[in-house]
């Protein structure tokens, strides 16, 4: 959610919000989404992170696609030969992967942001403590937008 969120106020600049939203979850939202869909169908959906022996393998190998800054340029590049406004939006594509890297370790989806070139992956650090941060700079960034919007009218 907060990848959308950011990518939402930060790459919305000719393009609806919504689209940059998009986005800004599609890395995940592909990845995972398809495997809550299949588990919520079966009822086997639980909260929390799934063990890594749960997972499917096609799973990781989507992560590895929609988490790839190679793949990623190479799309935002077709697309802005096609349209250069939505091609701006998926700049919350790039943002997810950039703030992807540091924060997840090697022991869970560390994200392999030179696929297919490199296997290469960052161990980041995962902590309550950085989520809470994301989440406070996230509120204050809404403010901050919503109140230079109030004062440009
Ligand atoms: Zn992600």
């Given at each position: 959610m907060s990848h959308g969120l950011w990518g939402g106020i930060i790459f919305r600049k000719g393009s609806p919000y919504w689209l940059a939203f998009a986005f800004g979850v599609l890395p995940d939202a592909l990845a995972f989404g398809p495997l809550v869909v299949l588990r919520m169908t079966a009822g086997e959906l639980v909260m929390g992170r799934p063990g890594l022996n749960t997972i499917p393998p096609w799973v990781y190998t989507v992560y590895n696609?929609?988490?790839?800054?190679?793949?990623?340029?190479?799309?935002i590049i077709i697309l802005w030969q096609i349209n250069r406004k939505p091609a701006i939006a998926a700049g919350a594509w790039v943002l997810h992967i950039l703030m992807d890297i540091p924060v997840h370790t090697q022991d869970y989806f560390p994200t392999s942001f030179l696929y297919p070139l490199s296997p290469f992956?960052?161990?980041?650090?995962?902590?309550?403590?950085?989520?809470?941060?994301?989440?406070?700079?996230?509120?204050?960034?809404?403010?901050?937008?919503?109140f230079r919007k109030s004062s440009l009218r």
């Open positions: 696609w929609t988490h790839s800054l190679v793949i990623a340029a190479v799309a992956t960052f161990n980041g650090i995962s902590s309550i403590k950085l989520w809470a941060v994301n989440w406070l700079l996230l509120i204050l960034a809404y403010i901050f937008f919503h």
